[in-house]
């Protein structure tokens, strides 16, 4: 007689996951579950900077940002949009990555 294992909801959504996947890689999209994506909604710009110990400047010369765009995030005076949100939450996430990503 088996016995039975109860699985944990973090353990179901894993299973549930790689369920999906395997339907995804055997061309069955439509059996697979999707779950949008969600863009951040807030990032704290000065403080990622502070944390790489960059000027203004140099922050915004190394990932490619409008000067003028970064003073107004870190100065509240504009909220960045939505790609810039992701683009900022990389930079917090692993900085190194981006820079090797935007290399020429």
């Known amino acids: 007689m088996a016995s039975e294992r109860r699985v944990s909801d973090g353990g179901q959504r894993i299973v549930d996951g790689l369920d999906d996947a395997i339907a995804w890689a055997k061309g069955n999209e439509g059996s697979a579950r999707l779950i949008p994506w969600q863009a951040p909604t807030s990032v704290d710009v000065k403080a990622i900077r502070a944390k790489l110990g960059m000027s203004q400047r140099e922050f915004a010369a190394c990932f490619g940002l409008?000067?003028?765009?970064?003073?107004?995030?870190?100065?509240?005076?504009?909220?960045?949009?939505?790609?810039?949100?992701?683009?900022?939450?990389?930079?917090?996430?692993?900085?190194?990555?981006?820079?090797?990503?935007?290399?020429i």
């Not at 765009?69 to 810039?84: C, G, I, Y």
């Open 66 to 103: 409008p000067l003028e765009s970064l003073r107004n995030w870190e100065q509240d005076k504009r909220v960045p949009q939505t790609t810039a949100l992701v683009l900022l939450r990389l930079i917090d996430n692993d900085p190194e990555y981006v820079r090797r990503a935007l290399a």
